[in-house]
């Protein structure tokens, strides 16, 4: 669907959502809509938290969040590399469909992209973005402020985004600039000033539905941490790989920031009709075996198609109200200490973010609505639909693009154009290290129909041009 089809279509069903469930309805907080936060890192391993049973990063709160709501097992990101996966994650398409399949950077959405940011400010939702974007640098249709946000700080293309001190960063494509950087000087840790916007945003829109998208850097490399962030006290002194201990206090500075963001939600008496997602944007860029074991029992790491590149944490909480003290509380509800094996990934995320917010989302995209398994059946009206089948692609395969199947527990790995595929049993061999595609060559059969059938051929993914020296604007 394109965006003015889309527009046009969201315009009528907001003013006709009086007849869709209560539970995510309303023009505003008195009517019941969830405040949205979607908090997404970029390269934590699988297992590098607590709950997901990591043993040497400390992440107390993310671990809480994870007691007062429900942690999933079986989530993936929608590629195994940044940029794709936050394109999927934005379109609700697929990679075989998604507009940005390329990772060099400054790949642009096109206009007629439909983003979820897009789709909730329909339903009368403020939309701030804080962190990297990574869909369309400076001066392109890409530029999330055309894209449904209405305000976005921090990094437009990727490469920008791999440096902590950086000489400026962008809000709205106006350059601000960081003295405190300049001349070489590294007083002004990018993620520190990120994530004070983050909560700035949250404060100035206490009084109306919003959706906070914080794609946060950290622990993306280049891994650099100030000396002084109480993170890094922590580890510091660890008989560790330099670039494992930078990566572990990166992950608890994120904690710690997961915690002042609730705490503030709580303070603005907001925690009871906000939901929050937590997860990395694919899997662990390094796996640190030995030391930090950040992609766990899973093969492979970012970059991969196997499980340890796309299997990724998600966390989703929202607090049920103990009673409705003020017309603005949401009656969702997320049930606490639950453990959900619903197998979903982010094409997902838009038809759930919009059936949240009462609205429909974009016609013909992959995403499945994953709002009967985070509120349960009965408030939902209805079962959980399941997919037939998941896809991903990425082109680091001997002769072109690495893809993968996942249908049901069965796991297709094509690593190449050129070679077979492999299959694997994910209910008896999560580390995908017994392929079985000889004993099941009617499974293969179905995923290499797939394979065939689930993709369209990409538009030219082409950067804009760059100042001449420059990798960025």
């Known amino acids: 669907m394109k965006r003015r089809e889309f527009m046009k279509i969201a315009g009528t069903t907001a003013a006709a959502s009086m007849t869709l469930p209560r539970f995510a309805l309303g023009a505003a907080p008195k009517d019941g809509k969830p405040n949205i936060v979607f908090i997404m890192v970029d390269d934590m391993g699988y297992a590098d938290l607590g709950c997901y049973g990591g043993k040497q990063i400390a992440t107390p709160n993310i671990d809480a969040m994870a007691d007062e709501g429900m942690r999933f097992t079986d989530v993936y990101s929608g590629c195994a590399v940044c940029a794709p996966a936050r394109s999927v994650l934005m379109t609700g398409y697929h990679m075989g469909h998604t507009s940005v399949r390329g990772n060099s950077g400054g790949i642009p959405l096109v206009d007629e992209d439909v983003t979820v940011a897009e789709a909730l400010r329909s339903a ?10 990574g869909l369309g640098d400076v001066q392109t249709a890409g530029v999330p402020e055309q894209q449904g946000f209405d305000v976005f700080f921090g990094y437009y293309h990727q490469v920008h985004a791999h440096y902590y001190f950086p000489g400026y960063l962008w809000r709205n494509s106006e350059k601000v600039d960081l003295p405190g950087n300049a001349n070489g000087k590294r007083e002004q840790y990018s993620h520190h000033l990120i994530f004070e916007e983050t909560l700035k945003f949250i404060r100035e829109h206490r009084d109306r539905p919003f959706f906070c998208y914080a794609p946060w850097t950290p622990p993306h490399g280049k ?24 990566v572990a206090a990166m992950d608890t500075m994120i904690d710690r920031h997961v915690g002042e963001l609730l705490a503030l939600l709580k303070e603005l008496e907001l925690d009871e009709r906000t939901i929050v997602f937590f997860t990395s944007d694919n899997g662990a860029a390094r796996r640190f075996d030995g030391v930090l074991d950040s992609s766990g029992p899973l093969r492979g790491q970012k970059r991969d198609v196997y499980e340890g590149g796309i299997r990724v944490p998600m966390i989703v909480r929202a607090p049920s109200p103990k009673r409705l003290r003020r017309v603005g509380d949401w009656p969702g509800k997320v049930a606490a200490d639950t453990v959900s094996d619903h197998v979903w990934y982010f094409a997902d995320v838009m038809p759930t973010l919009t059936e949240l917010a009462g609205v429909e989302a974009p016609r013909g995209i992959d995403g499945i609505s994953v709002v009967p398994t985070l509120l349960g059946e009965k408030a939902a009206g209805r079962r959980q639909r399941q997919h037939e089948y998941l896809y991903w692609e990425w082109g680091r395969g001997k002769a072109g693009s690495a893809r993968a199947i996942r249908m049901g527990n069965w796991k297709g790995v094509r690593p190449s154009p050129e070679e077979p595929v492999e299959l694997y049993d994910l209910s008896k061999d999560i580390g995908e290290q017994s392929n079985i595609a000889a004993q099941h060559p009617d499974v293969v059969a179905r995923i290499e129909a797939h394979l065939r059938a689930c993709r369209t051929e990409p538009r030219p993914q082409a950067e804009p041009p760059k100042p001449e020296g420059q990798r960025y604007r």
Not at 124 to 133: D, E, I, N, P, V
Not at 223 to 242: C, G, H, L, V
């Open 124 to 133: 009368g939702y403020a939309c701030g973005g804080f962190g990297k974007w």
């Open 223 to 246: 891994y650099e941490i100030p000396e002084d962030e109480p993170a890094w006290q922590m580890y510091k002194d660890k008989p560790w790989p330099q670039e494992a201990k930078v």
